[in-house]
């Protein structure tokens, strides 16, 4: 059964900092992995999308890398601002369903 | 992109009435879809998968007939929580599974917030 795991639960840090958010996973039988955003009583924000055959994607200040054969990856997130304040969730697609991380809550303080 | 619509964002009922939420894929069709709930300050936990035509399959532990599943068209899924008790008070978040383009990704709506008293 696969398990995911996100270190640390949470984190708060000064403005402007770079920071790295963990997920790490157990079964490295996977089709793509997904970082997600979630703000309070909010649904989802996809953030990006890794395939299993990527090592890492970009979307302007964010970096997610994967280490499959690990069973790892890694959310980057540089010059940090405040409104990047929330959630992360990294989830698993191994199949024919997500399976999710604990979540690191972010608090980035102006 | 692909876009979940969930409905409504937040719903309060009194104790032993039922309640309906719909997910609707808006620009694609979902052959699958997903209702996960979550507790306060803890990740999601997936509730049942919906199979446009099919029966809903259940994670164990998930009463099929307290959460009633209907996936009756590849845009349209719904979840209805019967007889709905303070217990069942939480945050409820669909899923579509967008298959049409080069990459699987899924999209998730906004969610609802169930409150009953």
């Known amino acids: 059964k696969q398990e995911v795991t996100q270190i640390p639960a949470a984190l708060s840090v000064p403005e402007g900092e770079n920071l790295v958010l963990n997920c790490s996973f157990t079964?490295?039988?996977?089709?793509?992995l997904q970082w997600f955003r979630q703000d309070p009583g909010k649904g989802l924000t996809s953030l990006l999308l890794?395939?299993?055959?990527?090592r890492e994607q970009t979307s302007g200040r964010l970096n997610a890398s994967l280490d499959k054969s690990s069973g790892r990856s890694t959310l980057y997130i540089a010059a940090s601002q405040p409104g990047d304040s929330a959630t992360y969730l990294c989830?698993?697609?191994?199949?024919?369903?997500?399976?999710f991380g604990g979540g690191t809550r972010l608090m980035v303080k102006p | 992109g692909a876009v979940v619509s969930q409905h409504p964002s937040r719903v309060i009922c009194k104790s032993g009435t039922s309640v309906k939420i719909e997910c609707r894929s808006l620009?694609?069709?979902?052959?699958?879809m997903f209702w996960y709930r979550q507790f306060p300050k803890q990740s999601l936990m997936l509730m049942a998968t919906?199979?446009?035509?099919?029966?809903?399959?259940?994670e164990q532990g998930v009463e099929k007939d307290k959460f009633l599943i209907n996936h009756a068209s590849l845009t349209l899924s719904t979840l209805t929580v019967t007889s709905a008790h303070p217990e069942d008070s939480s945050f409820y978040i669909c899923?579509?599974?967008?298959?049409?383009?080069?990459?699987?990704?899924?999209?998730f709506g906004s969610g609802t917030r169930l409150t009953v008293v």
């Open positions: 620009d694609f069709q979902a052959t699958t």
């Open positions: 079964d490295s039988a996977i089709y793509n």
């Open positions: 890794i395939q299993s055959s990527q």
């Open positions: 989830a698993v697609n191994a199949g024919n369903m997500l399976t």
């Open positions: 919906s199979n446009e035509g099919s029966k809903a399959t259940y």
């Open positions: 899923s579509a599974r967008d298959s049409t383009g080069p990459v699987v990704g899924y999209t």
